[in-house]
């Protein structure tokens, strides 16, 4: 995020962002990560293997390439798995009357709390992932030049709509 997300960051007691039973009961708006945020470390974990597995075919599973994957397999696959289980679990796009409180995951600490009356703009971006299976990124362009992002939320659309929503209807 630039220096705007930072200028607006409040402390974690000034905002609370509801949790999912929390925002079902309370109607409020809440949007959360997609579950594509697992593609990425689905897709190396099965190449590597493939990879592995073709040189064991060969007989060249005690060779230095094969321990490279073996290890990346070992340590690598469940790295990316934490991380995007981290990411998955804090993303967070909450819409309430006059604001949208944005967590954009973790590593990022504190959630950026986003007046409506200062969004110029609301845009969805997908990428690959995205297209294919619903996903995608919600940008916010703000009056003061810069933007909000949240990424890999699971409807980007319907983000968009509600924030539209309320700012026409204020």
């Keep these: 995020m630039d220096e705007t997300n930072s200028q607006m960051a409040l402390k974690p007691e000034d905002v609370h962002i509801l949790e999912r039973a929390e925002a079902q009961d309370s109607g409020v708006p809440l949007f959360v990560a997609h579950w594509h945020i697992f593609a990425p470390t689905i897709a190396i974990g099965i190449l590597y293997s493939a990879a592995w597995g073709f040189l064991a075919m060969l007989g060249k599973a005690d060779s230095g390439l094969a321990r490279l994957f073996i290890a990346v397999m070992a340590v690598g696959v469940p790295l990316l798995a934490a991380h995007a289980f981290l990411r998955y679990q804090t993303i967070r796009l909450q819409v309430s ?24 703009q609301v845009k969805v971006r997908r990428g690959l992932f995205g297209r294919l299976f619903g996903g995608g990124t919600l940008i916010i362009d703000l009056v003061t030049e810069g933007s909000v992002v949240v990424a890999d939320l699971a409807e980007p659309d319907l983000a968009k709509e509600t924030i539209d929503a309320i700012r026409e209807a204020a």
Excluded at 100 to 112: I, S
């Design 97 to 120: 009357e006059g604001h949208a409180f944005c967590h954009p995951g973790w590593p990022k600490e504190l959630p950026v709390d986003v007046p409506l009356s200062v969004i110029k």
